[in-house]
């Protein structure tokens, strides 16, 4: 690539459903290698297929890419030096793209009804042969006026070879080209014109693209070719396989709209590292990293060939840690966003207990239910005195034993000062004595006297969290049941 050009690259959906992780992912790395070459990314919608349009899908997909913090320079709703970048908008264009070809001759309408192409294709599938519309390309040419599909003739057979900036040298015979449609009879183009066109009005430099084009290329490289263009710099992205590897993930295998990811509590940050590295590597020993450090280590050199596996239990570990990179008020205000939007009431006691929840939930949505349920009920101002089976382990603590050690050891916490109260100024001032009259007769009924609960934290945690006061009154409300 030379240095001093600009870097001008291009996402281009189709509006006809949700964003899943294969789209998310080459939009993605078209954006990182923008960011990493200080250029330009684009955001095209191609909605040229009407019949297979899904109503709110330019919505979703806008809403989809923001949440990732993958913003472009120009596109759909922000304008640019190339608008409108909504295909339907653009007819004109590829109008005038096709009247070139046209002229030269290497561009009809197509003479025959669909009834008639089904039956060539017939008969090619009776022959054992591969059928080829440049077979029965008509010897003269009518006057196109619109309303029958406009076709293009592809002006050399021969064979094609490119540079992928991936996969190295590929190539393809005469076996892959044949005519193929540019407009449709309705008017708009078909996506193997309309791109071309788009990208070559658009400056763009580089396509990141899914493997599914590469048979496809030597039509487009032939169309280039009539129309005297220079094609843009080809990256084909490795598939997306599913977790077992053996086929493409597909809807039964996990693929699902990112956005709900987002709304199951996963973050952005986590999303952005983890779909990085599903095909690429920073070519070091890395797997954590920000979107600032992945934007810095990016390049096409390390995307790899072979299909990269989708493992959701590798995205559940990205999302702690990157939950746990975040600043302690940063991830309450995450979190507290998070329950606001699903209409869940977010405790006042946040804050004093996040260590605990950044620690032990993968999700703001794990984190978001840990703070509903009994686990920390103890944190509320009122909680019921356990019981006493409960305190004494079920009988396996002496009843009498229990309440000797909760009374001792709301004697020895009573010497500390209310200043200094805290985790570990309380296991300073126990552990010993727990640690020679059994850590478990000890430690126990005391946990359970804070918490209420058979599952809790440990109870220097809990006293550190409650306080001197609640954590004195609760000891003694149990030593008084036993």
């Known amino acids: ?49 009407k019949e297979r349009e899904v109503a709110g899908s330019i919505g979703h997909i806008i809403e989809s890419l923001r949440w990732l913090g993958i913003e472009w320079d120009e596109g759909v709703d922000v304008g640019g030096p190339s608008a409108p970048y909504l295909q339907s908008e653009r007819l004109a264009s590829y109008q005038k793209y096709a009247k070139i070809l046209i002229d030269k001759g290497i561009a009809y309408p197509d003479p025959y009804t669909e009834e008639e192409v ?185 995307v790899h060939k072979a299909g990269a596996k989708f493992n959701e239990e590798k995205l559940l570990w990205f999302n702690q840690k990157h939950l746990q990179l975040l600043p302690r008020q940063e991830y309450c205000n995450r979190l507290r966003t998070f329950m606001h939007e699903r209409g869940m009431e977010a405790p006042s006691f946040i804050d004093a207990v996040a260590h605990l929840l950044v620690n032990r939930s993968h999700t703001l949505l794990e984190a978001a239910n840990a703070l509903q349920s009994d686990e920390f009920a103890f944190m509320h101002e009122t909680t019921d005195t356990p019981v006493s089976e409960l305190l004494t382990q079920h009988g396996k603590i002496e009843t009498v034993v229990a309440k000797k050690h909760l009374l001792k050891v709301s004697e020895m916490l009573k010497n500390l000062a209310t200043e200094s109260f805290s985790d570990l100024s309380v296991k300073e001032m126990i552990f010993e004595y727990a640690t020679q009259e059994g850590r478990g007769n000890v430690l126990w009924p005391m946990r359970v006297a804070l918490s209420g609960q058979e599952k809790s934290p440990d109870p220097f945690t809990l006293s550190g969290l409650l306080g001197k006061d609640k954590t004195l009154s609760r000891i003694e409300q149990a030593a008084a049941v036993l």
């Open 118 to 302: 089904e039956a060539f294709r017939k008969k090619a599938e009776d022959e054992k042969r591969p059928f080829l519309y440049r077979d029965h390309r008509p010897e003269t040419f009518g006057v196109w006026e619109g309303t029958t599909p406009l076709r293009f003739k592809v002006p050399e057979v021969k064979r094609y070879e490119w540079h992928d900036d991936v996969r190295g040298t590929l190539s393809a015979g005469e076996e892959a080209l044949d005519d193929f449609i540019l407009i449709k009879s309705d008017g708009y183009p078909t996506y193997n014109f309309a791109h071309i066109i788009d990208d070559y009005e658009m400056g763009v430099t580089h396509i990141m693209r899914a493997q599914e084009f590469i048979s496809s290329t030597p039509k487009f490289l032939s169309l280039y070719d009539a129309l005297e263009m220079t094609p843009p710099h080809i990256a084909t992205m490795p598939v997306i396989l599913a977790p077992d590897g053996k086929k493409k993930l597909g809807k039964r295998d996990g693929a699902k709209d990112v956005l709900e990811y987002r709304a199951e509590g996963y973050i952005p940050e986590a999303m952005v590292n983890f779909l990085s590295f599903i095909g690429w590597n920073p070519g070091d020993e890395r797997e954590v990293m920000t979107v600032a450090e992945i934007i810095d280590a990016f390049s096409l050199e390390h």
């Open 1 to 49: 690539m030379n240095p001093e050009s600009k870097v001008v690259t291009r996402f281009a959906p189709s509006p006809t459903g949700y964003m899943h992780v294969g789209g998310v992912r080459t939009a993605l790395y078209a954006w990182l290698f923008a960011r990493k070459h200080k250029g330009t990314f684009i955001l095209r919608i191609e909605d040229t297929d």
